[in-house]
Nanobody, 115 residues
Framework: QVQLVESGGGLVQAGGSLRLSCAAS????????MGWYRQAPGKQRELVAR???????NYADSVKGRFTCSMDNAKKMVYLQMNSLKPEDTAVYFC?????????WGQGTQVTVSS
């Protein structure tokens, strides 16, 4: 079992930045990829970014060039640096493990971007 705990969310004005962090604990030896998803009110959860050990990354088109996802494989942590935030980035952001199929989820952290 893997436990994930996110931190770093908050309220920010449009154009601002936030950095999300997620720490994994438990049976972490099996983790080879981690990622971030988000869910806005009334919408489905969507992939934001994911990263594999070795550095391969994948981003949603809506965040390319603004967000950077990175992973500290030794510490089993994943980060999401979010720059040039827009009101449409407002959502609950969830950390996950896995590449094609997320298998564990954190409790989520709220990101609110005001216009």
């Amino acid at each position: 079992q893997v436990q994930l705990v996110e931190s770093g969310g908050g309220l920010v004005q449009a154009g601002g930045s936030l950095r999300l962090s997620c720490a994994a604990s438990g049976r972490t030896s099996s983790i080879i990829a981690m990622g971030w998803y988000r869910q806005a009110p009334g919408k489905q959860r969507e992939l934001v970014a994911r990263v594999r050990s070795g550095g391969w990354t994948n981003y949603a088109d809506s965040v390319k060039g603004r967000f950077t996802c990175s992973m500290d494989n030794a510490k089993k942590m994943v980060y999401l640096q979010m720059n040039s935030l827009k009101p449409e980035d407002t959502a609950v952001y969830f950390c996950s493990t896995g590449w094609n199929s997320p298998t564990n989820w954190g409790q989520g952290t709220q990101v609110t971007v005001s216009s």
